[in-house]
Nanobody, 129 residues
Framework: VQLQASGGGVVQAGGSLRLSCAVS????????PGWFRQAPGKERDFVAA????????YYADSVKGRVTISRDDALNTVFLDMNSLEPEDTAVYYC???????????????????????WGQGTLVTVSS
C-alpha cells in the first residue's frame, strides 16, 4: 500500500487548505487513516485520525475545531481540511495508515507514530503571518 500526500502550499494566517492522501489500493476494512505533522527542528506529532468505520474522528488539542479529517472510499482518498490556519501550523504534513487491526481507540494508540504501517512522503504547509 502506498500513500501520496498533496495539497500543501503557502497560505496567509486565517486561511484554509485541503490536504489529500491518495491510497494506492483499496485498504482492508479495518484501515485507519491518520495525519501527522513535523515542524522544523521538532518531532513528528499527531494531528488527526479517523476510525476504520469512518464515523469517529480524533484530533490533537492544538487543531481541534479548526481541522476535519474525512475519507472518500470511492476515490481511495483521505482528506484533511484545515481552517483558521496559524503560523504555528507551518510544518510538513504526513498521511499515515494502519491496516492490521486496532485496539480500543480510548487508549489513544492512534496518537503514536509507531502504530502506523504506511506513510506518505509529506506535503509542506507554510502559513505566513
Amino acid at each position: 500500500v502506498q500513500l501520496q500526500a498533496s495539497g500543501g502550499g503557502v497560505v496567509q494566517a486565517g486561511g484554509s487548505l485541503r490536504l489529500s492522501c491518495a491510497v494506492s489500493e483499496r485498504p482492508f476494512s479495518s484501515y485507519v487513516p491518520g495525519w501527522f505533522r513535523q515542524a522544523p527542528g521538532k518531532e513528528r506529532d499527531f494531528v488527526a485520525a479517523l476510525s476504520w468505520t469512518g464515523r469517529t474522528p480524533y484530533y490533537a488539542d492544538s487543531v481541534k475545531g479548526r481541522v476535519t479529517i474525512s475519507r472518500d472510499d470511492a476515490l481511495n482518498t483521505v482528506f484533511l481540511d484545515m481552517n483558521s490556519l496559524e503560523p504555528e501550523d507551518t510544518a510538513v504534513y504526513y498521511c499515515a495508515g494502519r491496516s492490521r487491526g486496532t485496539g480500543e481507540f480510548s487508549s489513544g494508540w492512534y496518537r503514536r507514530r509507531e502504530e502506523y504501517d504506511y506513510w506518505g512522503q509529506g506535503t509542506l504547509v507554510t502559513v505566513s503571518s
